[in-house]
């Protein structure tokens, strides 16, 4: 499904449980777009500089496993750039003004509840994929964080009159996630009421 909405939605976002994976989806998106199709340019913003890195790890740890030898031109934390195709993975932090400058062929958004400036971010980089795939990813975070930053959840329950297309991923997708697998969890949290139902929703309103 997340394969055929990326092919024909351009305003995606999504409310996802824990650990799904979207990331590493997301991340191949990346690769793919900037390895085979001239002068790409995808971007990504991340809660911070230290989530902005493991992004571009993820893209990095892709294209080296891949069966075929793809030559870089520039491979740094901010920009990685495919010499035969001219295609670019940018990354930068949330702040204000990120995103802004360029014209991407896709943007991700990771973990939109917990960027400090989601609000404003979004004005500087939804012109710069008019054209574009826009993916907004996030958790739901928890109360405090949520109260200061509700953007995400105001964008989410906002579609489609806004828009966007909006997914929701609870915990069983994915795979190996049993009812098993649920209950270790929810003993774990027993001690911090609300939180395995943020953290592993079932439901949309769980999540928030």
Same mark, same amino acid.
């Given at each position: ?6 092919? #024909? @939605? ?41 989530? +902005? ?20 031109? !520039?491979?740094? #934390?901010?920009?990685? !750039?495919?010499?035969? +195709? ?16 360029? #014209?991407?062929?896709? %943007? ?30 996030? +958790? ?6 949520? @109260? ?16 966007? #297309? ?25 001690? !911090?009421?609300?939180? %395995? ?5 079932? !439901? ?5």
């Amino acid at each position: 499904q997340m394969v055929e909405d990326a092919a #024909t @939605i351009h305003r995606l976002i999504y409310l996802k449980a824990r650990q799904i994976g979207l990331s590493w989806f997301c991340a191949a998106l990346q690769v793919w777009g900037a390895a085979f199709f001239k002068n790409w340019i995808g971007g990504v913003i991340s809660a911070g500089q230290t989530k +902005s890195n493991q992004f571009m790890e993820k893209c990095r740890f892709i294209k080296e496993h891949l069966p075929y030898y793809l030559p870089l031109v !520039t491979d740094n #934390t901010e920009n990685i !750039t495919f010499r035969d +195709s001219g295609g670019q993975i940018l990354a930068d932090p949330s702040t204000k003004d990120a995103g802004r400058g360029d #014209t991407y062929n896709l %943007m991700e958004v990771d973990e939109a509840a917990f960027h400090p400036y989601a609000r404003q971010n979004f004005a500087a980089y939804e012109p710069a994929c008019e054209n574009g795939l826009l993916i907004v990813v996030s +958790s739901a975070g928890d109360d405090e964080q949520q @109260i200061v930053n509700d953007w995400f959840e105001e964008m989410y329950n906002g579609a489609p009159d806004n828009g966007f #297309t909006a997914r929701f991923l609870p915990w069983s997708a994915r795979p190996g996630r049993d009812e098993a697998w649920y209950n270790v969890r929810k003993a774990r949290f027993a001690a !911090t009421p609300g939180q %395995m139902e943020r953290q592993y929703p079932n !439901t949309v309103e769980e999540a928030f």
